[in-house]
């Protein structure tokens, strides 16, 4: 038995964290932010593919037989190759699960006017991830992507109170709302979104609803655990959680704990 393995790029991943632990606190968590090498989003999908799989194999060799990508970069480059052709051959006992199918799932149950509109970076919007998943899950619905180069780098550097900083934000929303005036559901696709979340929310028509991936994740993890019970034994129950860094830990620990929004205290690793 070992600790739910959670990885990001970055920063981002820890408000799924967050969500997660407050869903389901019984279990053991290792966080494993991969933030010397981020941000992911305009890396190309081989790189991608490379340091997803190496933080997966990481957490594996730490004791984790589940891996949640909370990153969408991460998901829409990797995950599906891990899936098909890594875990056979280095692990097929283990799982490694996503952030994108989960969204895509409940996305159409969510809009009424069956008109979404995705706010991601331009990796996960050049991988087309979520317009493939929700063909599957809700045809009906049609769908509008922005990529948004400019917010993580904001959100990381606590730039996205400043004026310049909502600048950037409001061209990005009203670049995804021209595109098709009918959007009623927005999906925040990055996980660092959550972060300006409020903000949003102050600018977009009443209508419009803002959807953060945390809750939607937890509540697939908890529906996967209680359908694979052999996965479910796997998991330890002790309510603990480590932090694990590629950075420099004074630096990680400061900027995580407004992700977190709690106190982090995360352990060096290297390559």
Not at 79 to 95: E, F, G, M, S, V
Not at 251 to 270: C, L, Q, R, T, W
Request: hydrophobic share 35%; charged share 20%; glycine share 6%.
């Amino acid at each position: 038995m070992g600790p739910i393995g959670v990885f990001d790029s970055g920063y981002g991943g820890l408000t799924v964290l967050a969500d997660i632990r407050a869903s389901l606190p019984q279990y053991d968590y290792l966080y494993l932010g991969d933030n010397a090498r981020a941000p992911y989003g305009t890396r190309s999908f081989d790189v991608v593919y490379d340091y997803t799989l190496e933080a997966v194999q990481e957490l594996f060799d730490r004791g984790c037989s589940l891996v949640i990508l909370a990153c969408n970069t991460a998901s829409a480059k990797a995950l599906r190759t891990i899936q098909q052709n890594d875990l056979p051959q280095i692990a097929p006992n283990k799982r490694v699960l996503g952030v994108i199918r989960p969204s895509a799932e409940v996305l159409g149950s969510l809009t009424k006017s069956k008109h979404v509109g995705i706010l991601a970076t331009e990796g996960t919007v050049k991988s087309n991830s979520y317009v493939l998943e929700l063909e599957k899950f809700s045809p009906e619905v049609t769908i509008h992507q922005q990529s948004c180069p400019m917010w993580v780098p904001i959100i990381e550097n606590n730039r996205h109170d400043s004026e310049a900083g909502k600048l950037f934000i409001q061209e990005d929303v009203k670049s995804l709302l021209e595109k098709d005036p009918a959007i009623d559901t927005i999906l925040l696709g990055c996980t660092h979104y959550p972060l300006v979340k409020s903000y949003l929310e102050s600018i977009l028509p009443n209508h419009i609803s803002v959807i953060s991936q945390g809750k939607i994740v937890a509540e697939s993890l908890s529906d996967y655990l209680i359908r694979h019970p052999e996965m479910e034994m796997e998991c330890s129950k002790n309510g603990s959680l480590q932090f694990l860094t590629s950075e420099n830990t004074h630096v990680f620990n400061e900027k995580a704990s407004v992700f977190y929004n709690g106190p982090v205290d995360a352990v060096h690793i290297k390559w």
